[in-house]
């Protein structure tokens, strides 16, 4: 089962905004709207920013936005802040009832 | 408020078992899915099983697949994780997680370490 594609690392400073891109195939994210981020700061448990490509769960602030293209998925942060800083994994669901996440990326706030 | 607590882990021999457990509360443990995802040492997550809300659906990534085993008793409010055959690679942080729909993992538990080493 090979991971999603992401970027290994993304970068911006405090107010601007970054894209973090997802790519599968069309068994799972250009096949199902099923796609999921998820924010992870070090030694902690993930926690759920987007689901079903684009929408938050309650309390997930309206800077985080996701959409779908094809076989990519991507996730948009806009006003970074500091505490935006962490690793980001997407995820999908696939044809075969498995969910495949991507090998995550590291978002650093300069 | 929703709280998932995840025990078992420990140290095991390559070829040995654990069992691993996920007790919850704050929710009706009963009309959701749940999931066990796994993270090894500065590590991605990896998907690894999935159980539906009454048992009838379940699914194994094809790396754990005939290794292990998901299970819940909705009458305590837990789920499980039998791990049997235990490799090297098999090393890493589980979590529990609910699922409210498909591929979609709400709420984590802090996770359990299993470490496979001889």
């Known amino acids: 089962q090979s991971a999603l594609t992401q970027p290994a690392s993304v970068s911006g400073s405090p107010g601007q905004s970054i894209t973090i891109s997802c790519t599968g195939s069309?068994?799972?994210?250009?096949?199902?709207?099923?796609v999921s981020w998820y924010q992870q700061h070090p030694g902690k448990a993930p926690k759920l920013m987007i689901y079903d490509v684009s929408n938050r769960p309650s309390g997930v602030s309206h800077r985080f936005s996701g959409s779908k293209s094809g076989n990519t998925a991507s996730l948009t942060i806009s006003g970074l802040q500091a505490e935006d800083e962490a690793d980001y994994y997407c995820s999908s669901y696939r044809s075969n009832n498995t969910v495949v996440f991507g090998g995550g990326t590291k978002l650093t706030v300069l | 408020e929703v709280q998932l607590v995840e025990s078992g882990g420990g140290l095991v021999k390559p070829g040995g078992s654990l069992r691993l457990s996920c007790a919850v509360s704050g929710f009706t443990f009963s009309a959701y899915g749940m999931n066990w995802v796994r993270q090894a040492p500065g590590k991605g997550l990896e998907w690894v099983s999935s159980i539906s809300s009454g048992s009838s659906y379940i699914y194994y990534a094809d790396s754990v697949k005939g290794r292990f085993t998901i299970s819940r008793d909705n009458a305590k409010n837990s789920l499980y994780l039998q791990m049997n055959s235990l490799r090297a690679e098999d090393t890493a942080v589980y979590y529990c997680?609910?699922?409210?729909?498909?591929?979609?993992?709400?709420?984590w538990g802090q996770g359990t370490l299993v470490i496979v080493s001889s």
């Open positions: 997680a609910t699922a409210s729909s498909v591929g979609v993992f709400d709420t």
């Open positions: 069309s068994s799972d994210i250009g096949g199902h709207d099923y």
